[in-house]
């Protein structure tokens, strides 16, 4: 069994369609894939099925181990936290049809009360747990809150729910301030997910957006000490290889996908 598995984030080879990818992430050795409910709605809308998906991503020798995303769950009240939350089991169950352990739940733009946003993963964790998945909290580097290991990692822990995971990314980890040595503070068996890619010198990067993200390997985070610092933690789940890079857009989407997961095995397996 590989020490980790290998997953391609369907957001790196946009705008190929969603059965592409799938077949994409298959040719390019990719063993598991992580698609977004927007795409899958997408697909949906244009006459695809669930079940065709499914059987897609299996005959591709994929696996899905987390989709992404549910929002508006922490700050929302009233009839719009029950619309909201009717949303979020609406992504629940296209996690269940497509085999997901994991959905992601992301973090509001503004700051939260951390009571309050632990009460609401609770609630969330709850209704995963009656359909069969498990919401994974989300931290992001460019939002006023959530943007750490640390605060990710004190929602899930305030849950006291064993099952209560992280979602943590080389990317999130510089823009928020933080450093990838942030990975040690939190066991391995407590990250559902680790996304990989790379940071630029330029812009600096406590001001980069998603699409500045790299090739992994020609940016200037520390990957090596990434990987090394998930073999201490003792994490053995999937790298997820996840950029938003619009120049790479153009690119051939296999030509993308297996360069970055040469990439990543060069890293893992040196």
């Known amino acids: ?114 009571p309050h946003i632990t009460a609401r993963f609770v609630e969330l964790l709850a209704i995963g747990e009656q359909a069969g998945v498990t919401p994974s909290m989300e931290f992001l580097g460019f939002v006023d809150g959530i943007n750490s290991v640390s605060s990710a990692w004190a929602i899930a822990q305030g849950a006291r729910n064993a099952k209560a995971t992280i979602v943590a990314d080389v990317f999130h980890m510089i823009r928020g301030g933080g450093s990838v040595d942030d990975l040690l503070k939190i066991p391995g068996h407590r990250l559902a997910n680790f996304h990989i890619n790379d940071v630029p010198a330029t812009p600096d990067p406590l001001t980069q957006t998603d699409y500045d993200r790299v090739m992994v390997g020609d940016g200037i985070a520390d990957l090596p000490r990434v990987i090394a610092n998930l073999r201490t933690i003792g994490y053995r789940g999937p790298i997820s290889f996840e950029i938003f890079n619009k120049e790479l857009w153009t690119h051939d989407p296999f030509d993308v996908a297996r360069r970055g997961l040469d990439r990543i095995k060069a890293l893992v397996e040196a």
């Open 1 to 114: 069994m590989a020490e980790f598995l290998y997953c391609l984030n369907t957001s790196t080879i946009q705008p190929t369609p969603l059965l592409e990818k799938v077949r994409v992430a298959g040719a390019a050795g990719y063993k598991a894939i992580e698609p977004w409910n927007d795409e899958i709605d997408e697909y949906l809308a244009k006459g695809g099925s669930l079940s065709d998906l499914g059987k897609a991503i299996s005959d591709a020798g994929l696996e899905v181990v987390s989709v992404i995303a549910l929002h508006s769950w922490a700050t929302t009240e009233g009839d719009e936290y029950v619309r909201a939350l009717d949303e979020c089991r609406r992504r629940i169950d296209q996690a269940v049809a497509l085999g997901s352990p994991y959905i992601v739940a992301s973090p509001p733009q503004e700051v939260v009360d951390l």
